[in-house]
């Protein structure tokens, strides 16, 4: 683990592996430690680079400053280090991050491979109904969030998208996630909220690069729309469905996940 200078901000950084360029983008709540088992998977395949989210991790986060627009501009950083366009791996919220980035900087990405991401903002559009549900779903942690009560909302949230729940993880774990939960909210002007997303809406049919969108069979139903959204838009990109796993399998099931990237790209 480092911490670097990166776009002007401290930025928690872990490196691994050799191989072709990857950078990965972890979910919310979590730090770059958390692809940590998916990077030993594919360390003999890819030079990786796995970076905490602003305010995760030791990463800084301006308040002041968009959450989506801080990260794709260290994102943006990282690889323009690289030689070479990067393969991106994304999950949850990170995922919708590496999405932004191959419609806008197309010339820095090789592929993308996605678990679930959270781009709730693209169903306002192309799901209304699965839209309204979702908003309806998340009502009780929004409802905590908005009185500024902080535990409540860790609860709800864990309840519906993490495999453990807020009473049963360790003191500091609950400490983590008190400090980092109010960044959810921090994020929704670009995913949640209707509006920002509707220009990468827009263009996910000009991405040329391969893509690959992954789900767990037991994740909330929302993700799957979400990916039917994308997928209609991005006809090349193929879809999976990993048995057993839900919306944490980058860590709860990290062999399963990182099989399915090593058969997306397979050694030359």
């Known amino acids: 683990m480092k911490v670097e ?3 002007g901000r401290d930025v928690g950084l872990r490196y691994a592996g050799s191989g072709d360029a990857a950078l990965m983008f972890h979910c919310a709540l979590a730090h770059s430690g958390a692809f940590s088992p998916v990077m030993t998977a594919l360390e003999n395949r890819f030079s990786m680079t796995a970076f905490d989210l602003p305010g995760h991790g030791q990463t800084a986060f301006d308040p002041t400053l968009d959450f989506h627009d801080q990260t794709l501009e260290i994102a943006v950083a990282l690889l323009e280090r690289r030689l070479e366009a990067s393969h991106l791996i994304g999950h949850s919220l990170g995922a919708t991050v590496a999405l932004r980035l191959a419609v806008e900087y197309p010339d820095l990405v090789a592929s ?5 991401p959270v781009y709730f903002s693209m169903l306002h559009a192309e799901n209304r ?4 549900q979702e908003m309806q779903d998340s009502n009780v942690f929004a409802s905590a969030a908005q009185r500024g009560d902080w535990p409540a909302a860790a609860t709800a949230f864990l309840q519906r998208w993490s495999a ?3 009473d049963d993880i360790s003191a500091a774990q609950q400490g983590y996630i008190l ?3 109010p960044l959810i909210i921090a994020s929704g002007p670009s995913v949640i909220l209707p509006g920002k997303s509707a220009k990468i809406l827009q263009r996910l049919l000009d991405i ?8 767990g069979a037991n994740s909330p139903n929302v993700v799957h729309h979400i990916i039917d959204v994308i997928a209609a838009k991005i006809p090349q990109a193929t879809r999976h469905v990993m048995k057993g796993a839900a919306h944490m399998g980058p860590i709860t099931h990290a062999g399963a996940f ?3 990237i090593l058969n997306q790209h397979p050694k030359n």
């Open 5 to 7: 200078k990166i776009a």
């Open 112 to 116: 993308i491979s996605l678990y679930e």
């Open 129 to 132: 109904a699965a839209y309204d």
């Open 179 to 181: 400090k980092t939960i």
């Open 258 to 260: 990182a099989g399915l």
């Open 208 to 215: 040329q690069v391969p893509v690959m969108l992954v789900a």
């Open 164 to 166: 453990e729940d807020f």
